[in-house]
């Protein structure tokens, strides 16, 4: 497994951008999937976006799709979530995780982070 630790998240208003980084630690990373999901409060986790361990191949989920965009620098062992024309309704904490196998379902994942708070004033 890696641990994770997100940065990145603040306060934005509707509109503007942000860039969230996920630090893994362990030199396994290369070998992982990554990904971020969100969850906000009352909320189920939700999945947001993944990444193929070489980059090459990424996910998204239906409504962030054009606006957010993933990647990863494996020589830094690091994957970040990009988020632009920011909505209200992506305020959530967004979470990185990693896996063997790219799933949406935040069950298949094996890794997590603590999470960072992400809110979209209007």
């Known amino acids: 497994q890696v641990q994770l630790v997100e940065s990145g998240g603040r306060l934005v208003q509707a509109g503007g951008s942000l860039r969230l980084s996920c630090a893994a630690s362990g030199r396994t990373f290369s070998s992982y999937a990554m990904g971020w999901f969100r969850q906000a409060p009352g909320k189920e986790r939700e999945f947001v976006a993944a990444?193929?361990?070489?980059?090459?191949?990424?996910n998204y989920e239906a409504s962030v799709k054009g606006r957010f965009t993933i990647s990863r620098d494996n020589a830094k062992n690091t994957v970040y979530l990009q988020m632009n024309s920011l909505k209200p309704e992506d305020t959530a904490t967004y979470y990185c995780a990693a896996t063997s196998v790219i799933v949406t379902t935040p069950r298949g994942w094996s890794s997590w982070g603590q999470g960072t708070q992400v809110t979209v004033s209007s």
């Open positions: 990444v193929s361990w070489s980059g090459f191949s990424t």
